[in-house]
């Protein structure tokens, strides 16, 4: 009876560990989750659906854990990307560009599109109750770095409007993107090209007002896109193909959902932010059509993006579209 007793204990001991291992073992890691490393250039409402894949657990649902880090420059994402010291990229597409005209032996592949148009806002320091962009000749122009997306779509608009921005006006572009913001509320420049929520935050302050958007101005472009060495999406095919298949989903449900529940979504990612001007700023990018509702970057805004770059004498070379762009995979997506 007592050996009885003693196997029955023993063995009932043996159960509870089994059991307990298995649903640590559950609970822990039920996907077995691919590990996947994405830098993203700053961190910004503009990438809403990225956010949105993380919140909504897109990449988990895809067999993916998704390890965010901020680089906060292309320069630097860049770098990130070639050396090893992430996976994936998001950045703008000219800098696969930059990188191929460089003789680079692993290219950079543009895989995923996640947003479509410029970013900036043209803010004015006065209330301009009927604006007209001839309004800026002879003002001083608070611009974006020599190189970057941002100032290659300024120029590109001004000139659209026959402004010649080295000519027509006192144009600033040797300050630093953290602090254009703040030379701009500290008085310098008539207006200013910024991003969301500082442009929203200015007008809320009475600081300065919204007059235009660069995104409408110029068009359909691939300014920030997901992409990676040539070599990594040869060797990892699977894991780029989920990674596009959740930033599809999230594409898809931020074009499903309201403002407000994109705002609500993507709070965690913007803590100091307040919702009302978040919810703002999101409907802003949605109206002008800013996010992308599928990951295909197509041919003719690739040849957008170059004609925009060569305006603004930045283009070191022509690279056709079927060598820096995979857009199968997307396609592919797409089609589900």
Known sequence: MKKWLK???????????????????????????????????????????????????????????????????????????????????????????????????????????????????????????????????????????????????????????????????????NID?????????????DFVQLFEPQASIFEKEGKGHIVASFGTESGHVPYTTFMTKESYMEENKEIVEKFTGAIYKAQQWVDSHSSAEIAEAIQSFFPDTDMEIMELVVDRYKEQGSFATDPILDEEEWNNLQDIMKEAGELPQEVSHETLVNTKIAEDISKK
């Not at 770098?79 to 990229?89: E, N, P, Q, R, V």
């Not at 993107?177 to 420049?189: E, L």
């Open 177 to 189: 993107f953290a602090n254009i913001a703040t030379a701009f509320g500290s008085g310098t420049g």
């Open 7 to 173: 196997f029955s204990l023993s063995s009932l001991l043996i159960v509870i560990l089994l059991i307990s291992v298995a649903a640590c073992n559950n609970n822990t890691d039920p996907k077995k989750l691919q590990k996947v490393r994405l830098a993203e250039v700053t961190r910004s409402i503009f990438y809403a659906p990225e956010y949105v894949a993380l919140a909504k657990g897109f990449f988990e649902e895809e067999g993916l854990d998704v390890e965010l880090t901020t680089t906060f420059g292309g320069d630097k994402t860049m770098t990130a990307l070639l050396s090893g010291g992430t996976d994936i990229a998001l950045v703008g597409s000219e800098t696969s560009i930059y990188v191929y005209a460089q003789g680079a032996n692993d290219p950079v592949i543009n895989f995923a599109q996640l947003t479509q148009t410029d970013g900036t806002f043209l803010v004015s320091r006065e209330n301009i109750d009927n604006f007209s962009w001839d309004l800026l000749k002879g003002s001083t122009f608070l611009g974006q770095r020599t190189g970057g997306m941002p100032q290659m779509v300024g120029e590109f608009v001004l000139k659209k409007h026959g402004i010649d921005p080295h000519q027509d006006l006192t144009l600033i572009q």
